[in-house]
């Protein structure tokens, strides 16, 4: 049997070219296309009824903004892979200091800042590390030690003051706030449910390499790479990557083990044990740029140091990010002009 045929005109990408964006203020469309307030809705639901759609405008809004998206971001100035704590944070510093750089966060998972992921080597798919939507344990509260609570203030969290740390009533209070900012910066774009699976590098003459930009999956893709066959993948370039994949585990270390395989570090130090406060300072003091153009920042880089791991406390989160976004503005520059050459 052959398909429906379509017996409805189709409309070009050019008329479907995103509208000037509306400011949500509570108003919702009629159906006659003025707008009424959700107070005047309520109590009328007899004569209730949406404006009519057609499945295509549906599919459209969302595929030509999409497909815009992967136009605009194949060049962009700053690639952040994870969202996680760290990512986020690094976003935020980035997004508001620089409005002119497009930036773009790759995540693996659905749920930006869950540390779900799946790891190439060991084929499972499952949580890891972090958990930015919980604290420790799967309890609710986040704990920030000071002076993290700077951060707090800067992205508008509110927060119980217990002296030496704080406490923020329920982690997911941190991540959605904080990713709800970082999605509205219009320099900023978050593909989740992509996976990076490899990175793009120049050689310099002595051999050494340089980091150009990552190569990038469905993440539904690249767990398949086994049972399906011609799956490659797409490409963003960009002068400077800031990896904040997390420690080791599903997808967790994806860079610094991808280093290690091109030879590009010896070995992995290895996350040590628990100690919050040798870990916290380690990481935000030693988060910087690994090789040029690949800045490392957040539990990833326990894996490069050997540093402690720090449980639930997210300071070293918050400030790993901040250090992230200076690290990065400190090179920028200079490997804006290598990647010209
Ligand atoms: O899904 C991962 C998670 O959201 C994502 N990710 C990992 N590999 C990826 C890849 N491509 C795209 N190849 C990838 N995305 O990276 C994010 C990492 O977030 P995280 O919360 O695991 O790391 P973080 O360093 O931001 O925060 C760590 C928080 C921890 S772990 C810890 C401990 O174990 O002691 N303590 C804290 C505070």
Request: one cysteine or more; hydrophobic letters at 40%.
């Amino acid at each position: 049997m052959s398909p429906p045929v379509a017996s409805y005109e189709t409309t070009s990408m050019i008329e479907h070219l995103p509208h000037k964006s509306t400011i949500a203020t509570g108003n919702v469309p009629s159906v006659n296309g003025s707008t009424k307030t959700v107070e005047e809705m309520m109590g009328d639901w007899e004569s209730f009824k949406f404006a009519g759609i057609r499945e295509s405008q549906v599919s459209r809004a969302m595929t030509r903004r999409y497909f815009a998206d992967l136009d605009k971001y194949a060049e962009s100035d700053i690639v952040i892979v994870g969202a996680g704590s760290c990512g986020l944070s690094t976003a935020f510093m980035l997004g508001k200091a620089r409005p002119d750089l497009k930036i773009a966060i790759i995540e693996s998972g659905v749920a930006p800042g869950m540390s779900r992921g799946y790891d190439i080597v060991s084929k499972t798919n499952s949580m890891i590390g972090g958990g930015a939507w919980l604290g420790g344990q799967l309890f609710s509260a986040m704990i920030m030690r000071k002076p993290a609570d700077a951060f707090l203030r800067e992205v508008g969290v509110e927060y119980e003051d217990e002296g030496a740390y704080v406490v923020v009533k329920h982690a997911a209070l941190f991540t959605s706030t904080l990713l709800s900012k970082v999605i509205a910066m219009p320099n900023i774009k978050l593909f989740n449910a992509t996976a990076v699976e490899d990175l793009i590098t120049r050689q310099y003459p002595d051999g050494t390499v340089r980091i150009a930009g990552v190569v990038t999956n469905w993440t539904l893709v690249t767990m398949h790479h086994d049972d399906q066959s011609c799956m490659d993948p797409n490409t963003i370039n960009a002068p400077v990557v800031i990896s904040t994949t997390g420690h080791d585990g599903p997808f967790g270390a994806f860079s610094v083990k991808r280093l290690v395989s091109m030879q590009q570090l010896e070995k992995l130090g290895g996350m040590r044990g628990l100690d919050m406060n040798t870990a916290e300072d380690a990481i935000v003091k030693r988060t910087r740029e690994i090789v040029p153009g690949l800045i490392v920042g957040g539990m990833e880089l326990s894996e490069v140091d050997g540093a402690n791991r720090m449980g639930p406390t997210f300071g070293a989160m918050a400030l790993s990010g901040v250090k992230a976004a200076e690290e990065a503005l400190k090179v920028f520059e200079l490997r804006q002009k290598e990647n010209a050459a």
